[in-house]
């Protein structure tokens, strides 16, 4: 858009320096000169939405970048649409900019006047649909680690449970299109959108519904722990960045050992809802977890429950430690007994939800 500017201001110039003394030359700069300064708006303006574009392509961008090992990439087809993979993320991460830190003496109390206890949860199998949309600065303080531990896993919980069930609710309704005969055009309209959604132009539906799928609750828990340090970490409170995913470009958070002008960045979110959903579309779309999301389909071919024992193996590629990291995993699931939420459900909505085999 400068050299639109520049080219104007050039024009003028011309005029100026020639001196025109001729009635027609006087009458042709006159119109030059109203023509500029009545386009100027209209030039403004487009300017104003090209650059309004640029920004929300560039944050688009951001998360999908080419050669990223964390998140990102293409698909197995080599193609994807970085807007239609990410779009729900992005509208769900802009809903609320302006959000309140809850202490963690205030959360503890919200927890207990709803009466919102793990203990209950591990019996009853019933989470209190308490989402929160910042971890508190606070627990860090927390010396107790049990105590710390417990508030990070009712933290995080229902927000991942509620992105389990927009799954299933998908998946259910993916199942019941694939056996129907004749689809109607709303439903041919749902699965273009799904197919964008989980980035597959080929419109394999056995793709799609390999892709469809949970991260056990369990699993999920694991690796958030794992990669905020139980909620402590500079990314966690200051970018609600729950699973550490990276991009190379856009807004992000400066690993504090990285070279300033190069090296990757950790994604930042304005709500740790969209910290989760970020974190299942990687799991399902990019092609490192191929393997994965092979495994998990198959036990779900044998009619078995979504074991995350056996599906964090498929993860070594999540963390340049290889299968350090799987182990690392495995042992927070086992020494924190978090396979007993992946039966959970949440209440209100979601507890006539039978999981989807």
């Known amino acids: 858009m400068k050299r639109g500017f520049s080219k104007n201001i ?17 009458f042709i700069g006159s119109l030059i000169v109203m023509f500029f300064f009545y386009s ?37 087809d080599g193609t994807f649409d970085e807007t239609e993979l990410l779009v729900d993320i992005f509208s769900l991460n802009d809903l609320e900019t302006d959000t309140v830190r809850l202490d963690a003496s205030t959360i503890k109390q919200l927890f207990e006047d709803t009466d919102y206890r793990l203990d209950d949860v591990r019996k ?36 991942i449970l509620k992105e389990n069930n ?34 597959v132009p080929s419109k394999d539906l056995s793709t799609l519904k390999t892709r469809m799928d949970e991260v056990p609750v369990s699993l999920a828990i694991a690796q958030a722990a794992k990669e905020t340090g139980w909620g402590t970490s500079r990314f966690a409170q200051e970018g609600n960045a729950l699973f550490g995913q990276w991009t190379w470009s856009g807004e992000g958070l400066k690993p504090k050992e ?25 799991i399902n779309t990019h092609s490192t977890y191929r393997e994965f999301r092979k495994a998990r389909a198959e036990l779900r071919d044998q009619g078995k429950p979504l074991d995350s024992l056996i599906l964090a193996k498929y993860l070594n590629e999540y963390a340049e430690t290889g299968n350090q990291y799987v182990e690392v995993l495995q042992k927070i699931i086992k020494q924190n007994n978090l396979k007993d939420f992946d039966d959970a459900k949440l209440l209100p909505s979601s507890i006539t939800l039978e999981s989807l085999i």
């Open 40 to 76: 100027m708006p209209l030039i403004i303006d487009f300017a104003d939405k090209e650059n309004k574009e640029f920004k929300n392509n560039s944050k688009v961008v951001l998360a999908y970048t080419l050669n990223n090992d964390k998140y990102g990439g293409k698909n197995e």
């Open 258 to 282: 990285a070279d300033k002008n190069e090296g990757h960045k950790v994604m930042r979110f304005n709500v740790l809802q969209a910290s989760v959903r970020a974190y299942q579309r990687n």
């Open 10 to 26: 050039k024009v003028l110039k011309f005029f100026d320096q020639k001196k025109m003394g001729s009635l027609p030359r006087i």
């Open 166 to 199: 927009n799954i299933k609710l998908d998946r259910k309704k993916l199942f019941s299109i694939i056996n129907k005969s004749h689809n109607s055009n709303i439903e041919k309209k749902w699965l273009d959108k799904k197919y964008k959604q989980y980035g």
């Open 124 to 159: 009853n199998k019933l989470v209190k649909p308490v989402a929160l949309t910042l971890l508190p600065q606070e627990i860090r303080m927390i010396e107790n680690t049990k105590k710390r531990k417990d508030l990070f896993i009712q933290i995080v919980l229902p927000l």
